[in-house]
């Protein structure tokens, strides 16, 4: 059964960093492009960062684009997404996904596999 189930989420104050990771069980990687997405009260799901099954392309979203880091490490059934001088307004849910292809545009319907959310909470 596949299953992604993310953690490192957190409240931290504005400035800080967070790393998020996403554990994959019941499918190996390699085959898989991935994402992170994010919810926020009140507001749509959003594309923050995807990565390819090869790692070799990613995307940022132009409100993380230097700030947020995505990597995988298929060795460790692992994604991950570093964030670093962390604004209030990237509180919500973050979501890892996955989908069983190469590559796929950062958005919602692309990705077929979601985990269950954990919530980053940007706040002093």
């Known amino acids: 059964q596949l299953q992604l189930v993310e953690s490192g989420g957190g409240l931290v104050q504005p400035g800080g960093s967070l790393r998020l990771s996403c554990a994959a069980s019941g499918f190996t990687l390699d085959y898989y492009a991935f994402g992170w997405f994010r919810q926020a009260p009140g507001k749509e799901r959003e594309g923050v960062s995807c990565i390819s099954s090869s790692g070799g392309s990613t995307n940022y979203a132009d409100s993380v684009k230097g700030r947020f880091t995505i990597s995988r490490d298929n060795a460790k059934n692992t994604v991950y997404l570093q964030m670093n001088s962390l604004k209030p307004e990237d509180t919500a849910v973050y979501y890892c996904?996955?989908?069983?292809?190469?590559?796929?545009?950062?958005?919602?319907?692309?990705?077929?596999?979601w985990g269950q959310g954990t919530q980053v909470t940007v706040s002093s």
């Open positions: 996904a996955a989908v069983s292809v190469a590559e796929a545009m950062c958005v919602s319907y692309e990705y077929d596999y």
